[in-house]
């Protein structure tokens, strides 16, 4: 038979959704390393005000050097991107510390499983503070995610309520984050890339005097000697992977919200919470019970009905 020659259009369409299969496979990769490192970190080194700052830190340097050595394109930026820019930063700086500090508390699924309820925030927020209505389905979808969270909460056998905050903080942190910076990338030229890199940037200068503040560097001091005495000197290379690995997992995650609908967003995002919850249970052993672990799938269910009836 005569092979049917593909037009141009098909052969664009399968070639874009190759590209994005592999901006997801290696954004949950390197998440799924931030996270395990994470925690080794957290748990031989509890100061999450620090090791966040590191992390933001770490992709500024980066990001700097790329652009120094023209590995990267620096950014045209004007003051109006900067102004747009903070609201964002001010966001994804709570959302960040907040999400850290519950997992110095707490297991990294858990934190996670929290985590997945994000779209309900989404909805309240844009229903109760913007005034935006949703089709019943959408709110129907909530019932599961609400019902799944506060199920997988109450069975946490090592449930902590700092730990259990942090992360709602860092649920509702982000939703005013993404929604800020839709507006902000809005008409701009500046790619997913180097949006992240900014946006870096400016969350440093906010976070920096907050950690000086909150726990400073006699504890810092202190505990650094310990972990190392504790750990050994690979103790160095774990907070070296888990600064850089967050940068990396962001801007890649930035880099393909470039191509895809935020809601694409965030089903990629929930995949990517179930390939943590999964790897991190069986990394750190965390116990769990049957009752428990239906809560997380109830949950994790309903993001999916939400973004199918948001559809
Ligand atoms: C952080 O430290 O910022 C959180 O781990 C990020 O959570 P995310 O999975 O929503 O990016």
């Given at each position: 038979p005569v092979p049917v020659p593909e037009s141009e259009e098909v052969r664009s369409a399968s070639a874009q959704k190759v590209k994005i299969g592999i901006y997801f496979a290696t954004w949950w990769a390197l998440n799924v390393v931030f996270n395990i490192y994470n925690k080794k970190v957290l748990n031989a080194y509890p100061y999450p005000w620090l090791t966040s700052t590191l992390s933001l830190a770490a992709g500024s340097l980066m990001m700097l050097i790329s652009w120094a050595i023209r590995i990267a394109e620096p950014p045209k930026t004007d003051p109006d991107f900067w102004k747009a820019l903070l609201p964002v930063a001010v966001a994804h700086t709570i959302g960040h510390v907040a999400a850290t500090v519950s997992m110095s508390k707490v297991a990294v699924s858990f934190t996670h499983i929290i985590k997945s309820g994000e779209p309900a925030f989404s909805v309240l927020v844009s229903r109760f503070l913007l005034g935006e209505t949703f089709p019943v389905p959408v709110y129907l979808s909530l019932v599961p995610i609400i019902g799944g969270c506060a199920l997988a909460a109450v069975t946490?056998?090592?449930?902590?309520m700092i730990g259990f905050m942090g992360a709602m903080i860092s649920n509702l942190a982000f939703v005013f984050r993404n929604i800020f910076s839709k507006k902000g990338m809005k008409?701009?030229?500046?790619s997913g890339m180097n949006y992240y890199a900014c946006l870096s940037m400016l969350s440093l200068l906010i976070l920096t005097p907050f950690a000086f503040a909150v726990e400073g560097p006699q504890m810092w001091a202190a505990g650094w000697q310990k972990a190392l005495s504790e750990i050994g000197p690979q103790f160095i290379w774990w907070v070296a992977a888990q600064s850089v690995f967050y940068h990396l997992y962001n801007q890649v995650s930035y880099m393909s919200l470039d191509q895809i609908s935020p809601l694409t967003f965030s089903i990629g995002n929930t995949m990517k919470r179930i390939s943590v919850i999964v790897s991190s249970i069986i990394i750190f052993h965390t116990p769990v019970q049957p009752i428990n672990a239906l809560g997380a799938a109830i949950a994790i269910l309903g993001t999916f009905l939400y973004s199918q009836a948001k559809q």
């Open positions: 946490e056998l090592n449930f902590n008409g701009k030229s500046v």
